[in-house]
């Protein structure tokens, strides 16, 4: 018999189905060794030796991999394809040498990109040794995160208090959020003009045509600058005639895409699905490690990290015959096609992200899924089969036309496309092939060579150029590959991060840096300047993908990297604050000092009128306060606004006076403390405060919405039954009602105001119908949902009164102290659970015993 090593319980279970009773699948529930996360885990000057850590969870799953390597005759590491796959088998045949547990038993590496039975079975057929550059680029990246992470990280907890840490990437990935929000506070806006004219055919058919030129000059996005300008033109063509001076019909192709990469899996799930770079993987993960479908366990997707293109020969011809099939032959191309990587640095040697069987439709597979991978899988199989289909033929039309008015004249361009054959776009496109609505995708009447035109109509519109749009995830991730930063296992992490650390928000889908974030990039920018280089960045990528290659020796990049970096640091030592504050002062003028309504200086204190204001650094982080401290104690938050800066409203001290409660006469104001912003009724201990819930900004908050928050908890009306209160209100686990000391959780606050007694009486209802605990007899809202357990369930993180922990059913397991909630894994969360089963199941035995042993001893006694 031989043993098996997978990284997960689902890949385990279905694994073991196709290899039989010769084979012990176990599962490693991801990395078992890790660096501790303290000094001293990576050694520069012991030729960076790195020492290693087991937890408990993963300790006890080695001990069980020892255990039946001893009994079994081999051993096969099939973790995944990828680096971190690579590293995770090394890992476990580190720890099992150590233990002696191998002897002179044989170890071998298989590799499969589809967890399908053939490309299971094709593996174990065609074993090889662990790759060692591949091992090597990993273990550099993982010194490299840690030299900057536990190096850099202290400097900022030093100079600038309030700071989380920084990172390679991560630092990387913030600075482009931080850069494009400068450009749009920079950005002035100009006005335009465009004219158009609504023209028609001899036919009667109308079609609208664009002011190209004037006068003989070709114009330009933004020469018609104002109003005058336009009216002038728009008075001319309203006494012009029209004539057709050339029409042409072009006909053109349209390729389609390539099958997808994770990152434009993950941007093309953002776009259409409204998924975030997490759950993409959370969904793609689950279809690829295998599904029930209809009794036969199969993985449904190929792996899903990856940065190639291509596809199999095999897969390309079971496409080919499923396009035959779905969409007819004249939809498919004389000869396959091949696609090269546009993404700079891509390398890795796997498939694109493809169905492992065409011919499983999304219709076909639809009932044995949930909605979201329901979703996914459809995407992944109309991108992939689209690929291999025909290009789509569509004419595209341009009329020129000719405008004269005496000896004035003008010219108007109309265009306009129609698709001949569908070909690719039958199965599946761009979503801003489907948003578009521009003139190019309209189509034109009839329309001939110097025929007469009328005049229907000349429409003159303002408008004003936009500044750049915030990063969305989507966006952020393509930029990031463009750039070669980061690799497509850590883009989805990498994100997670910055949310995770609050140095960004995503609003509506847009990631907006926060005032913490900006901090720490512009302190990052002006100190540790080429460490946040996007070329830098990139250029140290390549050298990874070199010892990956084998052309370059790892430890020698450590060396280049650490010499210069360690320098670096060790100057920074001498910074003094003041040097900080004045640097970032400059570097974040329109955060500090946002420009006021009446035009006056904004770096004057509006509260003694004289005193200066700067950055100040406190225990919570950065502030702003007046230089005449203490005689003068104004201060506000960073990235306060108008009422922050006390010009508006009446504010002082940072408080935004919103108005007066009808029923107290008191001031109700909006403030900023250590936990973020907050509104207020009345001064002193006896005040009224309510912190603004998720969703809420501090500038969307008015006199209403204040005075609603202010009014909570709210009496929704007594329970029918037990003739108590339900109440409705704002909490630690975000909004809930209330009855008899059973707390439910509502979806968003407009329920606690909106919400009427029959539906909280179901709501109530059904959270006691799930059984009580946690919070007086609820069980705490769930901080983050991590997916299904292998045996079926919800996963979820939770925050108990003893701390967070990860619940399955009736399974609870408290984190490890330190731990943020937010970056558990779910394999991490599976180790938990079954070390917590298998304690629980443990400690039952001893008590039957002793239970079993009372009778025996009263029956002594008598």
Not at 2 to 21: F, H, M
Not at 117 to 137: G, T
Not at 635 to 646: D, I, K, P, V
Request: charged share 30%; glycine share 8%.
């Amino acid at each position: 018999m031989d043993v098996v090593v997978v990284e997960s319980p689902a890949k385990a279970k279905t694994i073991n189905k196709y290899l039989g009773r010769n084979y012990k699948v176990l599962a490693s529930f991801g990395h078992v060794r890790d660096l501790p996360a303290k000094d001293g885990s990576v050694k520069p000057d012991e030729d960076f030796s790195m020492s290693w850590s087991v937890d408990t969870a993963s300790g006890k799953r080695l001990a069980d991999i020892a255990k039946a390597v001893k009994d079994a005759d081999g051993l096969i590491l099939a973790t995944d394809p990828d680096r971190e796959g690579e590293a995770i088998s090394w890992h476990v045949l580190e720890v099992l040498k150590q233990k002696r547990a191998l002897k002179d038993k044989k170890v071998s590496r298989v590799v499969f990109n589809a967890i399908t039975k053939n490309s299971v079975l094709d593996a174990m057929a065609n074993p090889r040794e662990i790759d060692a550059p591949l091992v090597d680029a990993y273990l550099a990246r993982r010194a490299l995160d840690y030299l900057v992470g536990f190096t850099l990280s202290p400097v900022l907890w030093r100079k600038l208090p309030g700071a989380r840490s920084a990172g390679r990437v991560q630092s990387v990935a913030l600075r482009l959020v931080c850069d494009r929000e400068s450009e749009i506070e920079r950005f002035v806006r100009e006005e335009y003009w465009n004219i158009a004219a609504i023209l028609g055919t001899p036919r009667k058919d109308t079609f609208e045509a664009r002011l190209t030129a004037y006068e003989g000059k070709k114009l330009q996005k933004l020469d018609i600058k104002n109003k005058d300008q336009a009216d002038g033109i728009k008075a001319m063509l309203e006494g012009a005639s029209f004539r057709a001076l050339s029409v042409e019909a072009k006909p053109t192709r349209r390729n389609p895409a390539p099958p997808f990469t994770t990152s434009t899996l993950q941007q093309a799930a953002s776009s259409r699905l409204g998924f975030s770079a997490n759950r993409t993987m959370q969904v793609a993960q689950r279809l690829y490690e295998g599904m029930d479908i209809g009794g036969e366990t199969a993985g449904l997707i190929t792996y899903m990290r990856t940065d190639g293109v291509q596809m199999a020969p095999e897969a390309i011809e079971a496409a080919r015959a499923a396009i035959g099939k779905e969409f007819g032959d004249k939809y498919l191309p004389e000869k396959p096609r091949h696609y090269t990587a546009k993404a700079k640095n891509a390398q890795e040697a796997h498939e694109a992200i493809r169905p492992t069987d065409f011919f499983r439709t999304p219709a076909s597979v639809r009932q044995y899924l949930d909605a979201d991978q329901a979703r996914l899988y459809e995407l992944v199989w109309k991108r992939a089969i689209a690929s291999q289909m025909n290009a789509a033929e569509i004419e595209r039309t341009t009329v020129e036309i000719e405008a004269t008015n005496g000896a004035r004249t003008a010219g108007l361009r109309a265009v306009g496309s129609v698709v001949r054959f569908d070909g690719f776009i039958a199965a599946y496109t761009d979503q801003k092939d489907e948003d578009s609505e521009d003139e190019e995708n309209r189509r034109l009447p009839e329309i001939r060579q110097g025929e007469a035109l009328d005049r229907e109509a000349i429409n003159a519109t303002q408008h004003t150029t936009e500044p750049p749009p915030r990063y969305s995830e989507a966006s952020l991730i393509k930029k990031l590959e463009e750039l070669g930063i980061g690799r497509p296992s850590t883009y989805a992490a990498t994100l997670k991060t910055l949310e995770d650390r609050e140095y960004v928000v995503i609003d509506k889908r847009r990631l907006i840096p926060e005032a913490k974030g900006r901090l720490v990039t512009a302190f990052l920018e002006n100190f540790f300047d080429k460490y946040v280089e996007y070329d830098f960045t990139a250029s140290l990528e390549e050298k990874l993908d070199e010892i990956s290659d084998g052309k370059l020796a790892w430890k020698d990049v450590l060396r280049d990297f650490w010499k210069d970096f360690s320098a670096h640091v060790d100057e920074t030592k001498e910074l003094r604050v003041t040097d900080v504050l004045d640097a970032l002062n400059e570097e974040l003028a329109p955060l500090v000092f946002p420009a006021r309504e009446d035009g006056s200086d904004p770096r004057i204190c509006p509260k003694c009128g004289t005193g200066n204001l700067s950055l100040k650094l406190g225990k919570y982080g950065a502030f702003v306060g007046c230089s005449n401290y203490p005689e003068c104690g104004y201060t506000r938050q960073l990235g306060g606004e108008a009422g922050g800066n006390g010009e508006n409203g009446g504010a002082v001290d940072g408080a935004k006076a919103l108005g007066k409660d009808p029923y107290t006469a008191e001031e109700i104001t909006l403030r900023s403390g250590r936990f973020g912003p907050y509104v207020q009724r009345g001064e002193g201990k006896e005040a009224k405060r309510s912190s603004l819930p998720k969703g809420w900004t501090a500038d969307s908050i008015d006199h209403e919405k204040a005075l609603a928050l202010l009014s909570l908890p709210r009496d929704v009306g007594k329970h029918p039954e037990t003739g108590k209160m339900i109440s409705a209100g704002l909490g630690r686990y975000g909004p809930f009602v209330l009855h008899d000391g059973t707390y439910a959780n509502v979806e968003s606050i407009e329920d606690v105001f909106s919400i009427g007694l029959n539906r909280a009486v179901s709501v109530i209802a059904e959270k006691q119908a799930k059984g009580k605990g946690g919070r007086n007899g609820g069980t705490p809202a769930a901080l983050k949902e991590l997916g299904e357990h292998p045996d079926g369930g919800k996963i979820t993180v939770r925050d108990g009164k003893y701390g967070p922990y990860v619940n399955w059913e009736k399974v609870n397991a408290t984190l490890p102290k330190g731990k943020d909630p937010q970056s558990v894994t779910v394999e991490e969360a599976l180790a938990l659970i079954a070390e917590r089963a298998a304690k629980s199941g443990s400690a039952k035995k001893p008590a039957r015993k002793a239970a079993a042993k009372k009778p025996a001893a009263k029956k002594k006694k008598g």
